[in-house]
Each structure stands twice: as structure tokens, then as C-alpha cells.
């Protein structure tokens, strides 16, 4: 990104032209607008995100403290809700779902970025186009990505089962099963966002001073000890980044699922919920069954469980070495 | 950067780009073809001459309203962009140029803020929309979206580096009032890093699938609730819904092809986040 920065000769050969207008105009304006302004500019900022994400937010945990369904507002029940939830198997099915996912789908992610950014970390041509082609994915609507993906996994028309057959393998009914449908719907969140975070991985790598490669190749270190030993620590604020933000994106995983499910009763992610994820768990409680209260327990066990894994992610990524 | 780049370099990054590419490739091969060859094998590789009869079904589907979700989210998505833009700049300024009490507590607020999953207020969010009268309106998915914590944080660390002070004290001495001040002398120079700011909120906004499929119904969708509605038929008509993907793709591939090199820029910056 081009920082360009237009002069504005203009506004600075008057300047010099003219003695500064203030004290002439009576300070009183000038000083309302010194002092008030700055309020005024971040006002619209702080306004809007009270009212429409703090606020919700807040209020999702007094909601969840009642019988509350669609009708309106029932008896303040304390903590009942949590107690059903932490009964509900469905919940739990629904967080196992989740963080199975979000293993399937962030771990590989990650490591192909870090491999194919280590690629392009050389010099190359068309390194623009190379760059282009590898996040090409990020610009493909979601839901697309859902569709598109959803017939490539078809258990009869599908190409993934057109080609384990060419390999003797048996065709697999990727909805159906627990493993079969979190690595369909991983597939999916890799395909989308590895190119993503390999730019960012590239990033951090070209401030790495080469002369430390050059240390390393005099000691004779291979590409792959240089890999872990030099470029991995030298990089690790964006990797703290994209473990960070995947593992929140990972957790509120709802859209790819819920097209991958097709069909009217997709919200409970297939017939036995094998690939119902925590959001389209709380989706369905609070927008199908219009219990409102057990659906924002739902939202707060999303928000703390996300709080608590970035904490550990941090710490674990922090102590890496 | 490294020196020396073999042939399997090379290889292997078009292996990955080829990864990349397919699905899209695939969704325009099956958007062209009919509904009795997508399933064959080896599947149809190269386009069909059936894309012209599949938007015409796609645009006449009845329960998917496809055209209207195609401009209802033309409409949300510009106007969130233009307002993001707007307000972020505008507090990115404020932030990182004016002085004022209490900046640095507000500062920390929205960083905090930034890291809060919005996503899981929607149940009282719906209720607010239901007190409004705004549910099944299109106002309904815009107004929570007018501002972003990360925008606001964005262009303040552009503006610190894009806008120097003495610009500001020249436009100041010259008698311009602060806004005049942001919309001469700041907002031009923060033009790059508002541009980033302006095509990842487009994106973002585009894409925005689980609070229009909680606030919205059937007959006034966005063109991603319009896309989910093609894929819950009683049977799986995938050529349609393949149209329906490429059509609601079509806006951010020409977003990506005219300003992919930004994109670019905006992510090795550091400073996006999709």
C-alpha cells in the first residue's frame, strides 16, 4: 500500500501570507470546536456500538436468566438455564462438533500456509500473480463455498467419490458420519482461508534478516531445520494472529455446515446432529424453537468458551519456541 | 527474501494455485452445463451452453427471490461500506491526531471491543429489531454494521503515520474549522488505507449469512439468505444453485480483479483481517 501523501501548497502559501486569523475571530468558537470536536468524531463510533453490539451482548446474559420465550419475558429462573445446559447431550454433541472442526480445519490450515509461504518467500516471477492466485479462495462468497464444495462431497454425483473409486476405494456418505462430515466442512474453511493466512505468514517473513540464513547455510542446516529453527520463531507474532483469529472464526462456525446440511432440517446439521456446530446449536434453540432464554445461555457458553481458548492460545503460542 | 528457486518451487505453488482455482472453475462449469451431466463420470470438465438457461430459472425460481436479494445486498453493502468508511476515518483521525481527555481509556475500549464476537448478541438483537418494527426490513441488516471497532483502529494507526502534524497545525493557523480540516487535509491523505478499509468491509458485508437468515424472511432476502434458500429444495437442483453461487460471487470477483494488488498490500500491512 502506497502511502501518498498530497501536498497541499496551497493551504501553506496562505499560512505564510497571513497572520493566524484566530485571535481576530474571538477564541470562543474556535476553542468549542478544539475542545468539542474530538468528542463529536468518535461519538457516532461509540453511539452505535453500544446500542447494537455492546448492549445485545449484555443483555444476552440477563436474557439467559429467565424463562423467556418467544411470547415475552417469564419468571427469573437464575441459573436453571445453564444447569439444562450442561444436562443437554445435544450441547455437548454440538461443542465436541465444534472443536473437532476447528482442530480439522485450523491445523492444516496453518501449517500448508506456513509451507507455501515459505514458497513464495524467494525470489520469484510474477510474484503479483502467484500472490492473486493463492487468495483467490477469500474472494468466493461463503456460501458459495458451501454449495460448491457440498456437490464435490455428493455421496452419488460427487468428484471426491468419483475419484476414490478410480482408487479402489469404496464411495463414502460424507454427510452421514461423525469424521466424514467435519472433514467435508474442514475442507471447506482450509480451502477458503489457507492462502489468507499464507500471505500474512509472508509478511512477517521478509523482515527476517537474511544474513541469518546465510549463518545457518555456512553451518550447513538444512531448508527444513532453517524452516522450524529460524524462520517459525522469528514469525511468531502472526502465527499468535492466525491461530487467534481461526480458532474465533472456527468457533462460531455456522455458515459452510448449515449449506453443507441442505434440506429443511439442516440447522440441526444432519438427521443424528453429527455436524451441528455451538452456533447452529444456539440458531436453532432461539430462532426455531423460540426459547430465547436457553438459546442466550447458548451465546455465553460460545463467549466464554472463545475467551478461554484465545487465553490458552496465547499463553501456548507465547511459550513456543 | 531468499535467492535460488527451483523448478519444483514452482510446481508446487501452481499445484496450490490450481487448489485455489478449481472450485471456482467448477461452479462456473457446472452453471453452465444441465442437471443430467453434472453427476457423470469422469465428470464434464469445460463449460456447457446452458448458462443463459439456468440464470433465467435462477431469476424466476419463485421462493428464492434471487433478484431482490442481489439488490438488497447491493444496497446494504454499499451503505455500510460508505458509512465504516466514513466514521472510521473520522474517529481514526480524532484518535490519532487531536488531543482530548480520556483518549487513551477510549483507545483501550476499542481494542477491547474489537476482540468481543459480536455474533453472540443476536438474540437480543433481534428483540431490538422486533421493538423497531424492523424485522424483514432491509434497514434491519444494515444499521447494527454502520460501525466497526476495527476500522476505527485501522485508520487510527494509518493516520499516524499518513498525516503529518505540521499539515494539520498550517490548515489550523489558516483558520479551518477541525471537520474542515478532516475533510480537506486527512481524509485525501488517508485515501490507500481507506481503500483497503472500504473493499474488506464490502466483503465482509456481502457475505453477512447469520443475522439475515435470523432477521429476515423468503420474500426480502440478502443474496446470501437468497443462495441458502436455493439449497433447501426437496431436491437438489445443482446447476441452479451453482448459478445462484456464481451470480452472488460475480460482485467480489471484480471487486478482487480490479483491486487485487491492494488486497494484497492490505493484508502484508498487517492490517486486515477478512
Known amino acids: 500500500m502506497a502511502t501518498q501523501l498530497r ?18 475571530r474571538g477564541g470562543l468558537l474556535s476553542r468549542l470546536d478544539k475542545s468539542g470536536s474530538p468528542y463529536l468524531f468518535i461519538a457516532p463510533f461509540f453511539l452505535l456500538f453500544a446500542v447494537f453490539g455492546l448492549y445485545p451482548l449484555g443483555y444476552t446474559a440477563w436474557v439467559s436468566l429467565h424463562d423467556w420465550q418467544m411470547g415475552g ?6 441459573l436453571d438455564n445453564y444447569a439444562d445446559l450442561f444436562d443437554d447431550p445435544d450441547f455437548w454433541n454440538a461443542t465436541v462438533n465444534t472443536l473437532g472442526m476447528l482442530v480439522l480445519a485450523t491445523l492444516p490450515q496453518l501449517l ?33 463455498v458451501g454449495i460448491v464444495f457440498s456437490q464435490i462431497f455428493d455421496r452419488d454425483a460427487g468428484m471426491v467419490n468419483g475419484l476414490l473409486d478410480l482408487m479402489g476405494i469404496d464411495p ?3 454427510r452421514a458420519d461423525k469424521w466424514s462430515s467435519w472433514l467435508a466442512i474442514s475442507v471447506m474453511v482450509d480451502w477458503r482461508w489457507t492462502g489468507y493466512n499464507a500471505l500474512i505468514y509472508l509478511a512477517a517473513m521478509q523482515s527476517i534478516p537474511r544474513e541469518l540464513y546465510e549463518a545457518a547455510d555456512l553451518d550447513g542446516a538444512s531448508r527444513r531445520r532453517q524452516l522450524w529453527s529460524i524462520t517459525v520463531p522469528m514469525i511468531r507474532p502472526a502465527v499468535i494472529f492466525t491461530v487467534i483469529s481461526s480458532t474465533i472464526h472456527g468457533l462460531q462456525l455456522f455458515t459452510e455446515p448449515l449449506i453443507f446440511g441442505q434440506g429443511g432440517d439442516a440447522i440441526t446439521g444432519g438427521s443424528l446432529r453429527q455436524f451441528q456446530t455451538m452456533s447452529m446449536f444456539m440458531f436453532e434453540k432461539a430462532f426455531k424453537n423460540f426459547d430465547y432464554g436457553y438459546g442466550s445461555a447458548v451465546a455465553w457458553m460460545i463467549f466464554l468458551i472463545i475467551l478461554l481458548l484465545t487465553v490458552v492460545n496465547y499463553l501456548l503460542v507465547r511459550r513456543m519456541k | 527474501m531468499r535467492k535460488s528457486s527451483s523448478p519444483l518451487v514452482y510446481v508446487t505453488l501452481l499445484a496450490a494455485i490450481a487448489l485455489s482455482a478449481f472450485p471456482l472453475y467448477w461452479l462456473f462449469v457446472v452453471a453452465s452445463r444441465s442437471n443430467d451431466v453434472v453427476g457423470d463420470w469422469p465428470p464434464p470438465l469445460v463449460p456447457g451452453g446452458n448458462l443463459f438457461d439456468n440464470m433465467n430459472r435462477l431469476f424466476e425460481a419463485e421462493n428464492a427471490h434471487f433478484l431482490k436479494g442481489m439488490v438488497n445486498s447491493a444496497i446494504a453493502s454499499l451503505t455500510i461500506t460508505v458509512s465504516v468508511v466514513f466514521f472510521s476515518t473520522l474517529a481514526g483521525f480524532a484518535f490519532a491526531k487531536l488531543r482530548f481527555r480520556g483518549k487513551n481509556f477510549l483507545l483501550i475500549a476499542i481494542l477491547g471491543t474489537m476482540m468481543v464476537p459480536v455474533q453472540m448478541g443476536i438474540i437480543p438483537l433481534y428483540m431490538i429489531m422486533v421493538e423497531f418494527g424492523w424485522t424483514n426490513q432491509l434497514q434491519a441488516v444494515i444499521v447494527p454494521f454502520l460501525v466497526s471497532a476495527f476500522g476505527v483502529f485501522l485508520m487510527r494507526q494509518y493516520a499516524e503515520r499518513a498525516v503529518p502534524d505540521e499539515l ?14 478532516y475533510w480537506t487535509v486527512v481524509l485525501p491523505a488517508l485515501r490507500p488505507g481507506a481503500g483497503v478499509l472500504a473493499l474488506f468491509t464490502f466483503m465482509g458485508a456481502w457475505n453477512e449469512f447469520l443475522w439475515p437468515l435470523a432477521v429476515l424472511e423468503q420474500d426480502n432476502p440478502t443474496v446470501q439468505f437468497a443462495l441458502n434458500q436455493l439449497s ?7 446447476t441452479l444453485m451453482f448459478s445462484g453461487a456464481l451470480v452472488a460471487t460475480l460482485p467480489l470477483l471484480v471487486v478482487f480483479v480490479i483491486s487485487g494488488r491492494q488486497i494484497i498490500g492490505g493484508i502484508m500491512e498487517g492490517a486486515v483481517k477478512a
Open chain 1, 73 to 78: 419475558k417469564g419468571d427469573f429462573v437464575g
Open chain 1, 112 to 144: 500448508l500456509a506456513l509451507v507455501i509461504a515459505n514458497l513464495l518467500n524467494q525470489k520469484l516471477r510474477h510474484m503479483t500473480l502467484l500472490r492473486l492466485g493463492i487468495l483467490l479462495p477469500i474472494v468466493t462468497s461463503v456460501a458459495a
Open chain 1, 172 to 174: 463414502v456418505d460424507w
Open chain 2, 168 to 181: 494539520i497545525e498550517a490548515a489550523r493557523v489558516d483558520g479551518c474549522s477541525t471537520f474542515r480540516i
Open chain 2, 232 to 238: 433447501t429444495g426437496y431436491y437438489t437442483d445443482y
Open chain 1, 7 to 24: 501536498p497541499r501548497p496551497s493551504v501553506r502559501d496562505e499560512a505564510h501570507a497571513d497572520p493566524p486569523p484566530e485571535k481576530t
